[in-house]
């Protein structure tokens, strides 16, 4: 059995989440999710055994004995784990290299100002500070210059790593819909400025992963 130890309600582990649903998989048939007791137990030495940043999720698979941390490499594992389509092969050498270079393109051009801008405007109130407004600000304005080369290579593809959905479309998705909800990518649903771009984000918001994994979280 996979176990999937984090948080629903954590970005990081609706990434995972989002993915696996994506890629077919159920939950208590094929993976089973074990939630935290209390949010601190991420800082606990048996947490830390697994994932030594105290940070979330880990990975456990039971049947290799073999954990992993770090959303996107749980992604990966399990996909090739598995032989998702979603995930190109190596031996696909185009494809794979235009993945991995889209990889790299979600984790440093978007998720980075996406991160910071949600660190500042929503996630400070639960560590009980304010959340510092100019720096969201700058982080703003560095992914609203971002998404529009995003639009570029959306005028040009269909998907952010050629004309096929693949992971890293998903990849996108728990940050770039909390930035939506706080304001900190008007892009993403911006038809007439961005018209592929919120092409794109339609589409890959209306995947049944996405729903699915929505329909996990509180209703509110
Ligand atoms: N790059 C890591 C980031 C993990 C991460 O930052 N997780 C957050 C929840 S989304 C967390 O555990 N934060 C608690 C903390 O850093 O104190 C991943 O993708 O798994």
Redesign the pocket.
């Known amino acids: 059995m996979l176990v999937l130890n984090?948080?629903p309600l954590?970005?990081?582990?609706?990434?995972?989440l989002t993915c696996f649903f994506q890629m077919g998989l159920q939950l208590d048939k094929d993976f089973k999710l074990a939630p935290l007791g209390d949010?601190a137990d991420?800082?606990k030495p048996e947490w830390l055994a697994n994932?030594p940043?105290?940070?979330?999720?880990?990975l456990i698979d039971e049947e290799e004995q073999y954990v992993i941390?770090?959303?996107?490499?749980?992604i990966k594992y399990v996909a090739a784990k598995i032989g998702s389509p979603l995930l190109p092969k190596q031996s696909d050498l185009k494809a794979y290299g235009i993945f991995e270079q889209a990889c790299s393109i979600e984790h440093c051009n978007f998720d980075e100002p996406a991160?910071s801008i949600a660190a500042e405007l929503y996630f400070a109130k639960f560590h009980g500070r304010e959340g510092d407004v100019a720096l969201a600000d700058k982080n703003k304005a560095l992914l609203a210059k971002r998404l529009k080369v995003y639009d570029q290579i959306l005028s040009k593809q269909k998907y952010i790593a050629g004309d096929d959905l693949t992971l890293v479309d998903l990849f996108h998705l728990?940050y770039g819909n909390l930035n939506v909800t706080i304001g900190g990518a008007p892009a993403l649903t911006d038809a007439e400025g961005h018209p592929n771009l919120a092409r794109w984000w339609k589409e890959v918001t209306s995947l049944p992963g996405w729903v699915k994994y929505q329909e996990l979280l509180p209703k509110n």
């Open positions: 984090g948080s954590s970005t990081c582990t609706g990434r995972v949010f991420i800082y994932q940043f105290g940070q979330m999720p880990f941390f770090e959303s996107r490499a749980i991160h728990t």
